[in-house]
């Protein structure tokens, strides 16, 4: 247990039905960030956030996607009208900023299945 | 995208024998960093070396790193079952400000009792 959690650990929807993922970082930590996985892949970067502002997203963050972390604490990934090809692990991490060193430290992931 | 490619894709030993596994990239970077995957579960951390490190040493664990030729190599010596789970490098771009790493695709090891 890293310390980082993640709720719902599975969630299994219907195309076209949105979903909302929470995740609760390592409390000192003031970044996080978002990393989507399919199967034999590496994660791939989503978005993070430095304390409550969305500092970067990727290309692969459709405009269905959302992410917000309100008061810098914990954080939610929004997918409105899921498709099939959303179907991931979807893997949230923390970090404290400081010096040169980056590890993460990641939840257990939150698996979207999308029928 | 994806920036590490890891190699080999899947190894398979058997318990007791040590299990070497590659890692190469394109850009130049702040630091490596090796993390381990059991099926279906959240990455764990390993270690992490610095650009200007060239070995490391943590348990078991054995990790060099050679910028000039953008690769580093995790080394588990006197593997173990448990050990069987998918590993991953992921770089820490330098120009990225300590942002998203990059992750590769990861090398599968099989660890035979």
């Known amino acids: 247990d890293t310390g980082v959690s993640q709720d719902p650990r599975h969630k299994i929807t219907k195309r076209g039905q949105n979903v909302t993922f929470r995740c609760d970082p390592i409390?000192?930590?003031?970044?996080l960030y978002w990393y989507r996985q399919t199967l034999g892949q590496g994660p791939e970067f989503l978005t993070y956030f430095q304390n409550e502002a969305q500092l970067e997203k990727s290309r692969l963050l459709s405009d269905r996607f959302s992410a917000e972390r309100p008061k810098g604490s914990f954080s939610t990934l929004e997918i409105q009208r899921t498709e099939q090809g959303d179907s991931a692990m979807y893997l949230c991490a923390s970090s404290l900023l400081q010096g040169q060193g980056n590890e993460q430290f990641f939840g257990p992931g939150t698996r979207l299945t999308v029928l | 995208s994806q920036q590490g490619e890891e190699d080999p894709q899947a190894l398979s030993i058997q318990e007791g024998e040590n299990a070497t596994m590659n890692c190469s990239y394109k850009?130049?970077?702040?630091?490596l960093q090796w993390y381990r995957q059991n099926s279906g579960r959240g990455l764990v951390h390993l270690i992490l070396?610095?650009?200007?490190?060239r070995e490391k040493h943590s348990g078991r664990l054995r990790v060099t790193l050679d910028t000039s030729k953008k690769s580093s190599s995790l080394l588990i010596t006197a593997s173990r079952a448990a050990d069987t789970a998918s590993y991953f490098c992921?770089?820490?771009?330098?120009?990225?400000?300590?942002?998203?790493?990059?992750f590769g695709k990861g090398t599968r090891l099989s660890v035979i009792a």
């Open positions: 409390s000192e930590h003031n970044r």
């Open positions: 992921a770089t820490d771009p330098l120009d990225s400000g300590n942002t998203p790493l990059v």
């Open positions: 070396i610095r650009s200007n490190e």
């Open positions: 850009t130049s970077i702040n630091n």
